[in-house]
Structure formats: C-alpha cells, structure tokens
C-alpha cells in the first residue's frame, strides 16, 4: 500500500519560502516518477510540478517557473518542493503524488496515481 505523507505546509507572508517534504512509503520509490499537484480555495486541481524517477529531470507549470525546485531523494524515499518569492495566488493545499506513467514522462505522458492529505501552504500579510 502506497502512503504518502506531506509535510512543511504553514502560513508564510508574500515574497517568503516554505519547504514542502512528502515521506513515501509502500513502493519502490526509486522507481517512480513523482509530482506536486495543489488546490486553490474555490478552484480545481492544478499540476505544480513533476520529476523522473530518478531525480535529474524536472519540469514546471509555467505559474511557478524560476520561483519553486523540485527534488527527489532516493535514498531517503522523500519527495521535496522547495518554495520561493512566494505570492498569495500561490494559497493551496499542495498534494504529493506519485505519477504513474503510462507514455512518456518527457512528454507528461503520465497521470496522478497516489496521493497524500495534502498541506496547506497560506501566503497572506
């Protein structure tokens, strides 16, 4: 059973960075590709982010380009989003997801598989 568990979420004011930890566990997590998704209040399921199942390609929504990291560390089965130059439309519960890719990663040939609770990341002065 895949568990995967978010953590780092919390109130931060615009312009500031959180780190968002996701600890996976129930799979080989080497060998999956990962992403982060988030949910604004009122809105639906936006893709954040995503990484091969190796770590060494990322790729980004447009909406946070150049402001938000993401990084995978096999040997420790965690999945990381580091957030920078934070803004209030980036307010959202952030999901943790394992991708499960039924074409070409490189291509987004890949979907949500698992998914964690969420954490609620808040950007307010």
């Not at 780092?8 to 129930?26: D, N």
């Not at 998704?37 to 060494?56: D, F, H, M």
Request: aromatic share 12%; hydrophobic share 35%.
């Amino acid at each position: 059973q895949v568990q995967l568990v978010e953590s780092g979420g919390g109130l931060v004011q615009p312009g500031g960075s959180l780190r968002l930890s996701c600890a996976a566990s129930g799979s080989i997590f080497s060998i999956n590709a990962m992403g982060w998704y988030r949910q604004a209040p009122g809105k639906g399921l936006e893709w954040v982010a995503s990484i091969n199942s190796a770590g060494s390609r990322p790729t980004y929504a447009d909406s946070v380009q150049g402001r938000f990291t993401i990084s995978k560390d096999n040997a420790k089965n965690t999945l990381s989003l580091q957030i920078d130059s934070l803004r209030p439309e980036d307010t959202a519960v952030y999901y943790c997801t394992k991708l499960y890719v039924f074409s070409s990663f490189y291509r987004g040939g890949y979907a949500m598989d698992h998914w964690g609770k969420g954490t609620l990341v808040t950007v307010s002065s």
